[in-house]
DNA sequence: TCTGGTTGCGCAATCGATTGCGCAGTTTCA
DNA sequence: TGAAACTGCGCAATCGATTGCGCAACCAGA
């Protein structure tokens, strides 16, 4: 096969086909019809395009139409199950809609994170999505001035629509479940702790509202130790979790971990335990892997309906009215030892 | 903040700075000095730019310059530790390059994987990384008559460089370490088991070829039965395991789970046992995920260097001489209940 | 004063598609 | 039979940036 100079264009196609680019143009969209080019015509024009392997440019579409067909999600990270289940659900809403998604990480640093969020704009994309936002004012202020509609998932920003979980109900439940598995008594050993995640984050504050109104409840509420928010860090939470065992002499009674990948630096400190140091500790963690569901010891796992939140977020990106809002889409707790396949079994 | 009519052009950062379109194009980009234009024209402008919130429109500078920025990746799927760590990778090279990444999943379908490659030829995606392709030669065809520059990475294409892990070695291995393992007589329970993929991937194949010269090797050469290539879907898998295990009277001695997919579908078996049933098996993963390191019971995994693959791609784009080649990279056996932060600690 | 080089910048074409408008030829209908 | 309506299509402008080329002003040297 002989490689051809360059892309053919429609131009190429109306040359072969003795018709006019805007009458190929017409012909190779949906609106021949309102154009009156007849159908003869039309199937004579697709088939030469096809021969020719054309394919349309988008560039030059895009840029006549000023839109491009591409809607951009920015996620922290994609390495992880709840990001990379988000992405997957926000590709295939993007598919059923025709457009192409691009999904850029920030590995949740500011910077990076508007770096990103220009370079979309400069891309033209129709619509954007952020997720785990570090500065949603700052991001929404780049939208705005670029007339960019634009909505926050998984935390909220002020200045347009916001679709985010339950964080209080999640942690709240997840938290009365290690309660009632925890046997100990209200010593520093026997509290339950509350690791990772920042205290500042949107997401992170409601759940340790969460954590702290459950604790009160029952009678308990929490010392400020034990709330350990250092982040998402699997290296900082790994550390955080050895310096606590160290003061306390062992584990504690409860165990609340606030994301995966803070989850992951835990199982790296707990891996070099003996499996029966682990067994009187009640451990739950915010978020869902379905592997974490399955090990050594029981894990209560929150599972975000990040289906949900991508689909309920589309809805609002339609929306004619983009007026700040939140939506807040429920939780599940998934026992321990339970694979999840989720509302779509398609996936994973 | 009053919503401004449309985007700032350049030609509107023209008329605000009295320099005509070009002279604000050169002034923007990095080739004034070679345009001749003074050094406080280019300040003035810059700033005038800044102030308006201007950025370019990749779309008019990508049609002009016949080259989009944008580096394509299709992979099989979003949600699984392997490739979203290859998609983190993947990204943090484009970065490097000031490229764009856009990750496309096809769920393995065939069609819909030359769809996508159709989709990005379309947005002129600069190269284009195709891992865990469905039908390389298709692929390779749509990719020449666009001029575009691909690489095939995990699973090989017989028309364009490939890089993919030692398939034969990594399972060699793993076969090996699972044989010492085991401790029963060559019975059908007694025997090792591969399960998962597709026999007709070139990766599968290499897998099974190791996995079947390392038994022979061992005086035990695998029957037909003992190899499972049922795909890679969970409940797929699931199915089969339950199946097998009801043949067999329960477990067999060895377990070779050839993804993490398929190890979902697997675990989501082994959920329902009691755990000692689960003890006399000695069990091994293709692919490595944190959190499946520590499972109830103890697995060996193959960890491939996504990294690695990814970076030997680049690389490979970058060469001249495009011709179709194949590198391996050796993937490493993690032991079980091993946290293995990568050789790129940054991440997860 | 004339030539030749340099400085600083603008004109206009170009990339590939879309689209408002208009024009010739044919049909319809009073 | 003439006007109106319809059919089928092409012309040329347009989207926003890049770039080859050229031009005027200035300076230095002969």
Redesign the interface.
Known sequence: ?T??P??ATIHDIARLSGASPSTVSAALSENWKSRRISEPRVEEIRRIAAEQ?Y??????R??RQ?R?G?VGMVIP?????FF??M??SF?AFARDRGL??????S?RDRNEELRIV??L????VDYLFIAGATDPEAIT??C????LRHVFVDLPGPGAPSVISDNHQGAARLTRQLLADMTGDPTPRGRIYLIGGVATDYATSRRIEGFRDVLAEAGHPPAPEQIIACGYS??RAKHEITALCDRLGGLPAGLFVNSL?A??GV??Y??GLPPEAVEGTAIGCYDY????A???FPVHMVRQDSHRLIELAYDLIDREDQTPALYEVEPKLIPP???D?GPH????
Do not use: C, W
């Open positions: 096969m490689v051809p360059r892309k392997g394919s349309i440019n988008m560039q030059a895009g840029l000023a491009s591409l990270i994609h390495d992880n199950r990379s289940s992405s997957q590709e192409v998604p691009v999904i850029a990480s590995m220009r370079t704009i400069s891309y033209a202020a780049l705005r001035t670029a007339g699997p290296l990948t989850f992951e199982l790296g707990l891996v892997d379905p592997f974490a399955y090990l050594q030892r339970t694979i396949y079994g398609q996936f994973g």
